[in-house]
Structures are given as structure tokens and as C-alpha cells.
Nanobody
Framework: QVKLVESGGGLVQPGGSLRLSCAAS????????MGWYRQAPGEQRELVAG??????NYADSVKGRFTISRDNGKNTVYLQMNSLRPEDTAVYYC?????????WGQGTQVTVSS
């Protein structure tokens, strides 16, 4: 089992940047595939970015603006978000996956607004 805690969300103006962090504990971090999802009010939760093995993948809506990375020594995964748009406003969730079992953090709010 793994426990996940997100941080780094907040209010930012369009065009600004935020860096989200997800700290993992309770298991061996490097055994898990990691990802970031988001959910806006009234919308389904969607994959934003993920790391599976050495591969990184991104939703088309964030490609070129967001970067996912992980530091196994710190048991932490990051999401660097640049050129933020109002459409990026959502609760962002950290996800860990192993053997088809998903673990989720509590979420962190990101609001992009003037």
C-alpha cells in the first residue's frame, strides 16, 4: 500500500505557473506507476500526465505546457504547470498504480483566474 499527499495548488493568473508535489509513503515508491489527474466541477476525472516505466504521457490539452517528473530518492512526483489557462482550473489528484490497483491523494485545488 502507498499513501499520497498532494501540495502546491493555489490561485494563479492566466499565463502563470504552479508546481504541484505528491509525497508518497507506506511502500516502495519506485515500484509504482505515477500520474496526475484533474477533475473540474461537473466533469469527469481525466488523466493529465503519467509516468509508466521510462515513458511520459500527457493529455493533448496540456502537452507542451506541463511536465511530470519523479524523484525516487525523495519518494515524490511533481507536476510543473506553465502557461496556465482558466480551463486548467480543477482539483488535481496524485495517482499511484501497481498491479491494476489505484491509490489516490486527497487532491489540491488549482484555480486560474484574473
Amino acid at each position: 500500500q502507498v499513501k499520497l499527499v498532494e501540495s502546491g495548488g493555489g490561485l494563479v493568473q492566466p499565463g502563470g505557473s504552479l508546481r504541484l508535489s505528491c509525497a508518497a509513503s507506506g511502500s516502495i515508491f519506485r515500484f509504482y506507476d505515477m500520474g496526475w489527474y484533474r477533475q473540474a466541477p461537473g466533469e469527469q476525472r481525466e488523466l493529465v500526465a503519467g509516468i509508466t516505466g521510462g515513458m511520459r504521457n500527457y493529455a493533448d490539452s496540456v502537452k507542451g505546457r506541463f511536465t511530470i517528473s519523479r524523484d525516487n530518492g525523495k519518494n515524490t512526483v511533481y507536476l510543473q504547470m506553465n502557461s496556465l489557462r482558466p480551463e486548467d482550473t480543477a482539483v488535481y489528484y496524485c495517482n499511484a498504480r501497481r498491479s491494476d490497483i489505484d491509490y489516490w491523494g486527497q487532491g489540491t485545488q488549482v484555480t486560474v483566474s484574473s
